[in-house]
């Protein structure tokens, strides 16, 4: 499902290259000269808001699909005062900086997603979508969101999600290449092709095949998690460094993943782990990039947020920054 860039962001000098990637990615994705131009004028407002208050902060763009549709998601990161007056400051035409789109209401109202989340003394979090058309409404039975982000200085990611998805279910797969660079890549990407034509519904079996076809690469550390919707339940299956987390609004379960190496060695008493799937139920996974010792509770109402915004607070807190990071979180909407 791709990768996000990770630009920092440290003053408005950068604006104009964050412009320029930025305008190539609208581009490629087929926005119209106008929606390229809506664009901008976005990308100013959150440059604008990370220097001038919020001391600096990460960008992180992706290009994206969404119902056959084309667009691009931006999410803005920085460890500032918070916004005291959140309302206030969403109301269209309310900037204390005098810049292009006048606040945050501008960026609102030229999105198609927006949303913020904020503390006092811990940050802010911006999220926007835009779309290279209107969007249909439509209630989606289950919501995925992945944030894949290369270590500082590397071109290419060794950490990656991919996922399949049918009328019965969908399985998911998050993988980390050993290492990071040109090499763990290639290690990844052969497990995600591997995974994407394997008809294994079970976890464990999966990663089994996966095993057989990266053998020749560096290997990796992976999870696979299936979701039946007739059962409505879980297997799932983790080798190495990856978390996996069940969480439903009111406690939350881990599950451990077996020691080796895909592609190296893997136990052979590997087996799916089962969980029932709860009325109100995340699946969390992340690969080593991410520190384990993280807890949404400390996040007052959080998983009232959009899942992008739910990853990225637990990149802003989490990052190792030494390494590929990557989250994955999937939401089934009863």
């Given at each position: 499902m791709g990768k996000h860039l990770c630009f920092t962001v440290a003053d408005r000098s950068y604006f104009a290259l964050l412009k320029k990637d930025i305008r190539t990615i609208a581009v490629e994705a087929g926005f119209s000269e106008t929606k390229v131009g809506e664009v901008d004028i976005i990308v100013a407002e959150i440059v604008t808001n990370l220097v001038k208050h919020g001391g600096g902060g990460n960008l992180l763009v992706k290009r994206i699909t969404q119902a056959e549709t084309e667009g691009i998601e931006l999410i803005a990161i920085d460890n500032g005062a918070g916004i005291a007056e959140l309302n206030k400051m969403m109301a269209d035409g309310v900037s204390t900086t005098n810049t292009l789109g006048q606040g945050l209401g501008a960026i609102q109202r030229l999105s198609d997603v927006f949303q913020v989340y904020t503390q006092k003394e811990w940050g802010t979090i911006l999220l926007c979508r835009v779309f290279s058309t209107p969007l249909p409404m439509q209630k989606k039975p289950m919501e995925v969101r992945s944030l894949v982000v290369a270590k500082a200085g590397e071109t290419e990611c060794g950490d990656a999600f991919c996922c399949v998805s049918d009328k019965g279910g969908a399985r998911f797969f998050l993988g980390d290449g050993l290492g990071h660079g040109k090499e763990a890549a290639i290690a990844v990407h052969a497990a995600?092709?591997?995974?994407?034509t394997c008809k294994e519904t079970s976890a464990a079996e999966t990663i089994r095949n996966l095993h057989l076809h990266v053998k020749k690469t560096r290997g990796l550390v992976g999870a696979v998690a299936n979701y039946q919707e007739k059962r409505s339940g879980w297997n799932v299956c983790g080798v190495g460094n990856i978390s996996i987390r069940f969480i439903n609004g009111i406690e939350q379960r881990t599950l451990m993943s077996y020691n080796g190496i895909i592609g190296y060695n893997i136990p052979t008493s590997l087996k799916d782990h089962e969980v029932?799937?709860?009325?109100?139920?995340?699946?969390?996974?992340?690969?080593?990039?991410?520190?384990?010792?993280?807890?949404?509770?400390?996040?007052?109402?959080?998983?009232?947020?959009?899942?992008?915004?739910?990853?990225?607070?637990?990149?802003?807190?989490?990052?190792?920054?030494t390494d590929d990071m990557s989250i994955v979180i999937v939401r089934i909407n009863h």
């Open positions: 995600t092709d591997a995974f994407l029932v799937a709860d009325e109100i139920q995340l699946l969390i996974m992340c690969s080593d990039g991410i520190r384990t010792k993280w807890d949404l509770w400390k996040y007052p109402g959080i998983l009232k947020y959009d899942l992008s915004i739910v990853a990225a607070v637990l990149f802003k807190d989490f990052a190792r920054n």
